[in-house]
């Protein structure tokens, strides 16, 4: 029986990283916002990997904390190790990793979430959309409550019409044997939507003491740990390593001796899975040239004795999943606690979406994370955040918040998802980024605090931070160029030392900072700078004036496409009224209805010279437009 359960202003749907992160934002920014679950003891729940970060995806949790949110705060205070990755390359594709504890993540979040006002977190499950004249107004639960609101966010991830799958075995369930959404898929159907069939994976879990650790590699956190969020300038967590192992020729036979009963080549599985994290039965049969595979072994936190089988993704049946551990070095004698599987869902076909997250069949409607096709916490979280900014200032008549491709991976991600579409769950990718360099992980406060201290989910106390921080990078910038050295012999030591050319006379030190093979840390003996440095401002210092050639280039680049971003396109355009353009791009067009330019130059199918036309077209629009109403 139905009943009147409250009004708010905002409603999210789901309390994975998506949803928390959506909830927060809204509350934060003063709508009185409502968080449903199907079940308040997984609330920011790690169903795969228990880590956050990595390439690309590092770079989404800094972005995310310079706007205002909460995943970097929370993994910051719940790591068990932290690691930068690829310190070997460049600073555009340095990247943050941490390994979490995934419990006391979840706990956190969760309290996180209780004692934020404005901010209502409850259990119940939503299986219809109240839906009037193509207007989202509400939501039913499965128990008859009726919540009404301005704005709905959807962030399911992986539960409508979930099932999982392992060898013959199928069953309706959502992720680690959770309860499945099956009428809301319906209802989002029922409403207009175009729905897709995905799949993702999970590798089994064995229990640490089986584990010979003698037989694979260590591999440790750093020893001075760098942070996920500008609010953390110190920690005194004690890290736990990972391990390294590989499979063997064992394991390669074992797979190949069971395809017939692997559900990805049997039949079972419709739905299609992640390219760039596959099953280890797909990379055997995909890579078979290759005589072993990396395996990590991951603890899943502090107080468990699980581990986490990173590499080993498998929805192979059980006794065969138990085979292929045991036939890899250190996993001998292992037992497993966890049975890894398969999992098909329901994602709403993400160009269906405008580039704030609202669909453009349903008003006022959200949606975020993996139900827009992603895969990963932090591109969830990413859209999460998004989706809950422009949900609360649709509910305050304000114009939606978008990051453009050049001001961030949130940016790219999300212009990628409602441009081009996916055909698998996506991934991000540093290379999915054209201006990487201007993307990088150590800058992110700086590009985007302004917009977040704007929106209202930073505080004074935290820009005024920020600009102290900027305003010391700009004056030490300042001081490099301005101090000469001369050729003095302290000077041609340090310069002697790191095998750089002599001083013949005297120079900036901006310009011996520019060689390749001249650090900061050489500077600070050659030249030391009056000014109290932090090592994050040094950072920045450093790479400002090692790239500042690539740097440059690539904000020309920015400025000459920003013109095709500004140039909009009216909502109400028929292309099939536009003549000359092919008719691939007017299908294109008249589906995904670009609002800029520059959005519909990246649509697939659409030409430059589609694009010439289109430029024609609007001006003789916009004159018929600006003629009608003087």
């Known amino acids: 029986m139905a009943y009147d359960a409250g009004r708010y202003d905002v409603i999210v749907i789901g309390a994975g990283h998506a949803g928390c992160e959506a909830a927060l934002a809204a509350a934060r920014m003063g709508c009185e916002t409502l968080l449903l679950t199907i079940n308040l003891d997984m609330v920011a729940f790690m169903p795969c990997n228990p880590s956050v970060g990595g390439p690309a ?38 990247a943050l990793r941490a390994q979490a504890d995934k419990v006391l993540y979840q706990n956190e979040m969760k309290a996180t979430i209780e004692k934020q006002p404005k901010l209502t977190l409850r259990q119940g499950m939503v299986e219809e959309l109240m839906i009037e004249d193509g207007v989202c107004k509400g939501v039913v639960t499965k128990t008859g409550a009726t919540y009404r609101s301005t704005t709905v966010v959807l962030t399911t991830g992986t539960y409508l019409r979930g099932k999982i799958i392992m060898g ?12 499945p959404s099956v009428a809301l898929s319906h209802s989002l159907r029922n409403a207009g939507l175009d729905l897709v069939r995905f799949k993702t994976g999970t590798p089994p879990r064995v229990h640490k003491d089986t584990i010979d650790f003698d037989k694979t590699e260590i591999q440790p956190g750093d020893e001075q740990p760098k942070f996920f969020s500008f609010d953390t300038t110190a920690s005194d967590i004690e890290q736990i390593p990972c391990w390294l192992t590989y499979t063997s020729g064992e394991t390669h036979e074992i797979i190949n001796a069971n395809l017939h009963r692997a559900p990805m080549f049997s039949g079972l599985i419709e739905g299609t899975g992640p390219r760039y994290c596959p099953s280890i039965e797909d990379k055997i049969v995909r890579f078979s040239d290759k005589p072993k595979h990396q395996i990590f072994l991951e603890p899943e936190g502090r107080n468990t004795s699980e581990y986490y089988v990173q590499g080993l993704s498998t929805s192979m049946p059980e006794d065969v999943q138990l085979q292929i551990l045991r ?14 599987y398969a999992i098909e869902y329901d994602a709403v076909v993400p160009t ?32 999460g955040i998004m989706a809950g900014i422009n949900a609360a200032r649709k509910v305050q008549g304000r114009e939606a918040v978008i990051i453009d491709r050049s001001q961030g991976y949130i940016g790219v991600l999300i212009d990628d998802l409602v441009t ?8 991000l990718l540093t290379s999915r980024a054209e201006y990487r360099l201007l993307l990088r992980h150590d800058n992110a406060d700086m590009r985007l605090t302004p917009l977040g201290y704007e929106i209202g989910l930073l505080t004074q106390e935290r820009y005024d931070r920020f600009l102290h921080k900027k305003q010391m990078v700009e004056q030490e910038l300042e001081r490099l160029k301005t101090t000469k050295v001369k050729p003095a012999e302290d000077v041609q030591a340090v310069l002697a030392e790191v095998g750089s050319v002599l001083l013949n006379n005297t120079v900036d030190v901006l310009s011996l900072l520019r060689r390749p093979e001249v650090l900061y840390s050489h500077i600070e003996r050659i030249s030391p700078s009056p000014l109290e440095l932090t090592d994050e401002m040094k950072e920045q210092v450093e790479i400002q004036v090692k790239y500042a050639g690539y740097i440059e280039k690539q904000l020309i680049h920015v400025e000459r496409l920003s013109k095709m971003e500004k140039k909009r396109i009216p909502e109400d355009i028929d292309y099939m009224q536009v003549h000359g353009i092919a008719t691939e791009a007017k299908q294109k067009l008249s589906k995904i209805r670009p609002v800029s330019i520059g959005q519909a130059s990246r649509i697939s199918g659409v030409t430059p010279a589609d694009i010439s036309i289109l430029l024609v077209y609007l001006e003789h629009y916009n004159r018929v437009v600006a003629s009608r109403s003087s």
Not at 327 to 340: A, K
């Open 168 to 179: 013959e075995l199928m069953y309706e369930s959502g992720p680690n044997n959770q309860q």
């Open 352 to 383: 269906q979406l405008w580039p704030s997250l609202e669909t453009k069949v349903v008003q006022n409607l959200f949606t975020a994370g993996q139900i827009n096709g992603t895969s990963g916490y932090e591109e969830a979280a990413g859209q």
């Open 57 to 94: 995806k590092g770079h989404v949790v800094r972005e995310i904390d310079a706007l205002g949110g909460e995943m970097g705060r929370n993994i910051d205070k719940t790591y068990i190790q932290m690691r930068m990755l690829n310190t070997g390359k460049g600073p555009a594709v340095h």
């Open 327 to 340: 036939s890899i070095p250190g996993l001998e004698r292992v037992e497993m606690m966890r049975t890894g």
């Open 420 to 427: 081009k579409g996916t055909l698998e769950p996506y991934r």
